[in-house]
């Protein structure tokens, strides 16, 4: 994923471009900007609509401890089953090699030569995984590498998040990826019914060009929150549910002790968007009668800058969070800062990373309306991590690759998927309280980055931890049902894919001068004018054309 400085965190200054933050890097970009695809069919809203998506046949072979609904509330399991099944007798492809480009965000495991997991992985599949994985922060100058080079591999995911980032994606798709919808449209996608459990909106994220140009990797849509640490907050008896601005202050000023190296949040762009949604600021745009307001315009995100900004002068932040590598995941797990925000998927992986101890706790934190009266609505996020085209390629060859495709996502309860996630038993994780622990080969050789070529709906499950489990699930059943959505999840902008990055880029180096106080707050309509004359407008109306 691409990232912004320190202060204002990933998701602060990605909300009203949750599509748009990669554009720039593909320099000149796949083919020539234009709105028709080399087939000569427009990529129009009327045509996407049209698509009839894929049946949704949720996987009932497993009973959660939590039930989740159709809100976007995930499913909780406070274990994984015992004795899972493995549901897919023979290996899915017929030998040979598949290709794929993934990227991982963990470091790059050892090469299949040397890889056991990697090797049982290909017997599993019933072919050699030629994988070329790539960094996360190498993402999307490797990708414009891969295609200016044009041998495409069979699988590819484009730089995250998804749907953006690509100059003339549309054309791409349609000149170099498979159409999926003859494979997957309606009641096809049963012939694949793993890819059959992956959800509607899901799928809405892959149309293009009037067809599916893509798999999905569904994402919970709960997003990012204000993770604290409920063991230092119990500690201090400090107050984990203010029930204001003034009250939020407050707490922060409370549990900042820069003496004893400790401040209240790790990052000002936690701040930024947890502030933001105490306003009520748009999730990246504000919709009304098919006219867009983007977040950056609302007179209450300045007001944002300026509440955020004072914090920063009370000292309640990091000194050194202003530093674009700043290790703000260890400051929170070592006591450092006490709150920060993060997507709801980093829950496990705190406690994985654990460096206090047995008494380690985190919860999170709901916004409260900024004068009080109860709680804000929370933004959500789309409900795709990334998509995934398929290189063209005989018909034979693509329902040989979406036959992988539906063994990648086996669902939460299945052997496949217990494989799949933590390896071999006994060599890569043990069982542990029904949950399987991972040994230190597990944690270096299983992160190969298939789980972005598609993937099992998410779940709630935190192994080895059911209270930690059933917190998350009851911090997401509590904000789900008054989660703002962005209206534009699932539209296309080509200005926001080629200029979002820059356009982004400036807004966050503004934003940053105001916090750090080397500009005054009035500064900031000076820097939405000019990212309005720069591709802002023209952004806001290739959405409205969409809208309507």
């Not at 049963?190 to 293009?208: G, M, Q």
């Not at 990012?224 to 063991?231: H, T």
């Not at 004068?371 to 959500?380: H, K, L, V």
């Not at 499950?461 to 009851?474: E, L, M, R, S, V």
């Amino acid at each position: 994923m691409t990232s912004n400085p320190a202060p204002l965190g990933r998701r602060a200054f990605l909300q009203s471009a949750a599509l748009a933050t990669v554009g720039a890097a593909t320099a000149g970009g796949l083919l020539s900007a234009c709105s028709t695809s080399s087939s000569g069919k427009a990529d129009t809203a009327a045509d996407n609509t049209a698509v009839k998506l894929p049946t949704y046949q949720p996987y009932a072979g497993v009973r959660p401890d939590y039930p989740g609904n159709a809100q976007g509330l995930l499913n909780g399991f406070a274990g994984y089953p015992a004795n899972p099944a493995r549901t897919i007798s023979a290996p899915p492809a017929h030998g040979g090699t598949i290709s794929a480009f993934v990227e991982t965000g963990s470091p790059i495991p050892p090469g299949m030569n040397s890889n056991p997991y990697w090797q049982q992985l290909n017997k599993r599949v019933g072919a050699n995984l030629d994988l070329t994985i790539v960094p996360a922060a190498d993402l999307t100058t490797k990708f414009a590498t891969l295609i200016a080079g044009g041998d495409l591999p069979d699988f590819m995911v484009p730089p995250l998040p998804p749907l953006a980032g690509i100059r003339g994606l549309p054309q791409f798709l349609a000149a170099k990826c498979q159409d999926l919808t003859e494979f997957l449209s309606g009641d096809a996608v049963k012939e694949y019914p793993y890819l059959a459990n992956i959800t509607t909106d899901a799928w809405r994220s892959c149309v293009f060009n009037g067809g599916i140009y893509g798999l999905p990797v569904s994402r919970g849509v709960a997003g990012s929150l204000m993770f604290y640490r409920a063991d230092l907050f119990e500690k201090f008896g400090a107050n984990p549910s203010p029930g204001s601005f003034t009250e939020f202050f407050r707490t922060c000023k409370d549990v900042t002790d820069a003496k004893k190296s400790r401040w209240a949040l790790v990052t000002a762009g936690s701040a930024v968007a947890f502030v933001a949604q105490m306003l009520g600021v748009p999730n990246g745009w504000g919709e009304k009668d098919g006219k867009l307001t983007n977040y950056y315009e609302d007179e209450r995100y300045k007001q944002t800058l300026s509440a955020v900004r004072t914090m920063v002068q009370a000292g309640v932040i990091h000194p050194d969070s202003f530093d674009p590598a700043a290790p703000w995941k260890q400051w929170f797990n070592a006591g450092n800062g006490l709150m920060g925000e993060d997507r709801y998927t980093a829950w496990p992986q705190y406690y994985a990373d654990n460096v206090a101890g047995p008494t380690f706790k985190v919860a999170g934190m709901r916004p409260p309306k900024y004068d009080g009266g109860g709680f804000a609505g929370t933004w959500q996020s789309p409900p795709v991590n990334n998509f995934t085209p398929l290189k063209k390629a005989a018909k034979s060859r693509i329902k040989e690759l979406l036959s992988v495709a539906n063994w990648l996502a086996a669902p939460f309860g299945t052997e496949e998927y217990l494989f799949r996630k933590f390896g071999v038993p006994g060599t890569d994780y043990t069982m542990q309280n029904n949950s399987p622990s991972p040994t230190q080969a597990g944690l270096a050789q299983t992160v190969l980055g298939i789980r972005y070529i598609t993937d099992a709906p998410d779940t709630i499950f935190i192994p080895g931890n059911p209270g930690a489990t059933k917190a998350c699930y009851d911090y997401q059943k509590s904000i789900i049902p008054t989660s703002v959505k962005d209206p534009t999840v699932s539209l296309f902008s080509e200005t926001f894919s080629r200029s979002g990055a820059v356009l982004g880029q400036h807004l966050a180096d503004a934003a940053n001068d105001i916090l750090t106080g080397r500009k005054s707050i009035s500064s900031w309509d000076s820097a939405v004018n000019q990212w309005r004359s720069s591709g802002g407008d023209k952004i806001r109306a290739e959405f409205e054309k969409q809208l309507k």
